[in-house]
């Protein structure tokens, strides 16, 4: 006879979070029901309501689990590498591909969500917290000469298409065969000459 397994007030959140990654990864979103999940962790099909009211509460809530993951990694890279600004967007850099590789379609949910009307505010300030660590560093490499002047955030969008762009080309396999996803030299040099400081005439 088959037994439902039983959660502590807190565990079966954690539990619809997990499965729903997995099944995420496994299936796409479209393949995510809270029926389903509730089945697949041997729950009543009612149970997973008293945490999510609906699969868009689902999405929601896996988007920000994405959202600060990224940001811990991202500030855990900044963190263990050098002062200068070349050290520090490579570190920052390698933790973002990395981060889209591991998690294709979570970043894909990531941000599409993001944009999405219903967004909430946790949502909107979560997708902020990692962009804005980013624009810190540039603000602090304009001090110390590393980066040209104007506005971190101008500097910023450059910085973070180039990087976004190929860490989503990387996630998809749509690089092509002879660049490795690992190597990321190139790419750096290529953003750290965008933001040099323009020469003296």
Same mark, same amino acid.
């Given at each position: 006879m088959h037994t439902r397994r039983r959660y502590h007030h807190g565990d079966l959140r954690a539990a619809l979070l997990t499965r729903a990654e997995e099944t995420l990864r496994e299936k796409g979103p479209a393949a995510l029901s809270l029926r389903e999940l509730a089945r697949d962790l041997g729950v009543s099909h009612a149970a997973p309501s008293r945490h999510f009211k609906d699969k868009q509460a689902l999405l929601d809530a896996l988007a920000l689990v994405g959202f600060d993951r990224l940001a811990g990694s991202m500030t855990t890279a900044l963190q263990e590498t050098g002062r200068s600004f070349a050290e520090r967007l490579r570190a920052g850099a390698r933790a973002y591909v990395d981060f889209a590789t591991a998690n294709a379609e979570l970043l894909d949910l990531m941000y599409s969500i993001k944009h999405t009307p219903e967004a909430s505010e946790e949502l909107s300030a979560a997708a902020q917290r990692w962009t804005e660590e980013m624009t810190g560093l540039i603000v602090d490499a304009q001090r110390?000469?590393?980066?040209?002047? #104007?506005?971190?955030?101008?500097?910023?969008? #450059?910085?973070?298409?180039?990087?976004? #762009?190929?860490?989503?080309?990387?996630?998809? %396999?749509?690089?092509?065969? %002879?660049?490795?996803?690992? %190597?990321?030299?190139?790419?750096?040099?290529?953003?750290?000459? #965008?933001?040099?400081?323009?020469?003296?005439?």
């Amino acid at each position: 006879m088959h037994t439902r397994r039983r959660y502590h007030h807190g565990d079966l959140r954690a539990a619809l979070l997990t499965r729903a990654e997995e099944t995420l990864r496994e299936k796409g979103p479209a393949a995510l029901s809270l029926r389903e999940l509730a089945r697949d962790l041997g729950v009543s099909h009612a149970a997973p309501s008293r945490h999510f009211k609906d699969k868009q509460a689902l999405l929601d809530a896996l988007a920000l689990v994405g959202f600060d993951r990224l940001a811990g990694s991202m500030t855990t890279a900044l963190q263990e590498t050098g002062r200068s600004f070349a050290e520090r967007l490579r570190a920052g850099a390698r933790a973002y591909v990395d981060f889209a590789t591991a998690n294709a379609e979570l970043l894909d949910l990531m941000y599409s969500i993001k944009h999405t009307p219903e967004a909430s505010e946790e949502l909107s300030a979560a997708a902020q917290r990692w962009t804005e660590e980013m624009t810190g560093l540039i603000v602090d490499a304009q001090r110390r000469g590393e980066v040209r002047e #104007g506005s971190p955030e101008r500097v910023g969008i #450059g910085v973070f298409s180039t990087l976004h #762009g190929y860490a989503t080309l990387a996630a998809s %396999d749509s690089l092509p065969p %002879d660049v490795c996803t690992q %190597d990321l030299d190139e790419l750096v040099a290529y953003i750290l000459r #965008g933001c040099a400081p323009e020469k003296s005439a």
